[in-house]
């Protein structure tokens, strides 16, 4: 299983969209995961029309319809994976054993908010946050974050946009 991975893409905003890569990349995803900050419900209804399941949750820049419909956490099971969500996995100082405690049994956690990539991972735990493809900020480029689930466990890995 495929899973597409992207977070805080805060549309629409002046000439911001997503890259035909990225979108290429989440139309040939099995599931699409979105760690919140879409910004406006109709940026949910663009990407489950592309096809995969959208499993997303709440950010803390989405407006009311969002956070009405979107839980501010999740747990989502891929191809033999759990994987929590949320939006804010709080200060980066101990991150890795806090989202363990948290999530006890679960085999990684997805988050954003911060729009910088991340990949940590400790005695097959691991957290993942896929950065923006839209709003790069402070980062050299856009990115987002593919994951693959197989005999081989789950894997992640952080893709540069052009």
């Known amino acids: 299983m495929r899973l597409a991975i992207i977070s805080d893409t805060h549309l629409p905003r002046g000439r911001r969209r997503l890259s035909a890569g990225c979108v290429e990349r989440l139309r040939d995803a099995d599931a699409i995961l979105h760690a919140g900050d879409f910004v406006e419900a109709p940026v949910l209804r663009t990407l489950e029309g592309l096809g995969p399941p959208v499993h997303a949750v709440a950010g803390n820049q989405d407006d009311p319809v969002l956070r009405h419909v979107l839980p501010e956490v999740r747990t989502v099971a891929a191809g033999g994976a759990t994987i929590a969500m949320l939006h804010d996995a709080g200060p980066a100082a101990g991150r890795l054993a806090r989202m363990r405690r948290r ?41 987002m974050g593919l994951a693959t689930v197989g005999d081989g466990g789950l894997r992640f890995e952080l893709v540069e946009l052009g």
Do not use: C, M
Not at 119 to 125: A, S, V, W
């Open 103 to 143: 999530f006890p049994g679960v085999d990684a956690v997805v988050f954003g908010h911060s729009h910088i990539p991340l990949l940590e991972q400790d005695g097959g735990f691991a957290i993942f946050n896929p950065g923006s493809p839209t709003d790069k900020r402070r980062q050299p480029v856009h990115t």
